[in-house]
């Protein structure tokens, strides 16, 4: 059949190949995301009881990015011939980093007075008295994941490596393989826990559902949605700018060609889970290895530009859901802390 229309076995062997089967995971994820809510809303002590079912996969992939930004980090540099090249692309990107994630503050903050987020929520303060007891069992599982990896000290041992083999010339060709390799394996294990991204959706949303409740659901829906919306203006009108000024790259082009990242990381609330994957598209973009192994995972630390947005409307939420309003002084002192917290956090 194949010879009939002037294909060869091996061209049909390789569209079968070809078929990407990542593209359940999403649906999977999707299916997941309303199941949870609807747990959630109908069961909310069902829902709540589900909460270590995200936090056991945010911790499995938490657990991983670490060895990647590693692995990432010491093969850009290794892999530069002129060490002065990794520091002019460090200094650029980390120049471009604070500007942005500083502006990115900014504006969280005036949405954030514009929407006043968290109103008439009267929510109580945290009583650690009341803390509800734990399954021993759920604890036990929970703790043999090692969870969070430091970033910062991985960068910089991640650094020094890399300039160190960098150094060593020829010498050092066999350790930079090694490393590639071991990135591979890192890779696959990655690639095994993101089949799990299902589960730990179906939890996470499940048991803020359910903690929630309808009312809060409301007004958190109003601070998520214009969260949201502030993301999609900044990437589309700064971002998006940037980008075609500087690179000549339609912005809606890479938004579509980033798309199942994006979703994996609205189901997971984290970034995390798809850096291998967006540095694998970038590199596929023709971005060289070097520039994709300096900035993205150091971008991942210092340039949160999301999570800036969200940080400084998050503190306006919590300020008035709890009755205490922050007047101008006490939010550009929010600002100036922010800068410097905002700094090295985990995506």
Not at 4 to 29: C, F, M, N
Not at 264 to 288: D, N
Request: charged share 10%; proline share 5%; net charge positive.
């Amino acid at each position: 059949m194949a010879s009939q229309r002037g294909e060869s076995p091996g061209t049909v062997k390789t569209r079968r190949k070809g078929i990407d089967k990542s593209h359940y995971l999403y649906i999977a994820v999707i299916a997941a995301v309303i199941l949870g809510a609807v747990v959630g809303l109908m069961f909310p002590e069902v829902g709540k009881s589900l909460k270590p079912l995200g936090d056991g996969f945010i911790k499995l992939i938490k657990m991983m990015i670490a060895p990647i930004i590693f692995c990432t980090i010491v093969l850009g540099i290794g892999s530069i011939a002129k060490a002065a090249t990794v520091g002019k692309v460090g200094g650029l990107a980390l120049g471009y980093f604070l500007v942005m994630s500083t502006f990115a503050l900014g504006i969280g903050l005036v949405v954030g007075n514009l929407i006043h987020p968290g109103e008439g929520l009267k929510l109580a303060p945290y009583d650690p008295s009341k803390k509800a007891a734990t399954d021993s069992t759920v604890d036990f599982l929970l703790g043999i994941i090692p969870g969070d990896i430091p970033v910062l000290p991985t960068l910089l041992a991640a650094v020094l490596v890399g300039f160190a083999l960098q150094k060593m010339g020829p010498l050092g060709t066999p350790v930079l393989k090694a490393v590639g390799h071991g990135q591979a394996v890192v890779f696959r294990i990655l690639i095994m826990i993101m089949w799990l991204a299902p589960v730990g959706a179906f939890g996470a949303i499940a048991s803020v559902v359910g903690a929630t409740g309808a009312k809060a659901i409301l007004s958190m829906f109003t601070l998520m949605l214009a969260f949201y919306i502030t993301c999609a203006l900044f990437i589309v009108i700064i971002l998006g700018g940037l980008l075609q000024v500087v690179a000549g790259v339609n912005i809606f082009r890479l938004m579509k060609y980033l798309a199942r990242e994006y979703l994996l990381i609205f189901s997971t609330s984290s970034s995390e889970s798809a850096l291998p994957r967006l540095i694998a598209k970038m590199e596929h973009l023709g971005v060289s290895k070097p520039v994709v192994g300096v900035t993205v995972p150091t971008g991942y630390s210092f340039n949160l530009d999301g999570t800036a947005i969200y940080l400084t409307m998050a503190s306006l939420f919590v300020a008035n859901a709890m009755g205490t309003p922050l007047d101008l002084g006490a939010q550009i002192s929010l600002l100036i802390f922010m800068i410097i917290a905002s700094k090295g956090r985990p995506a």
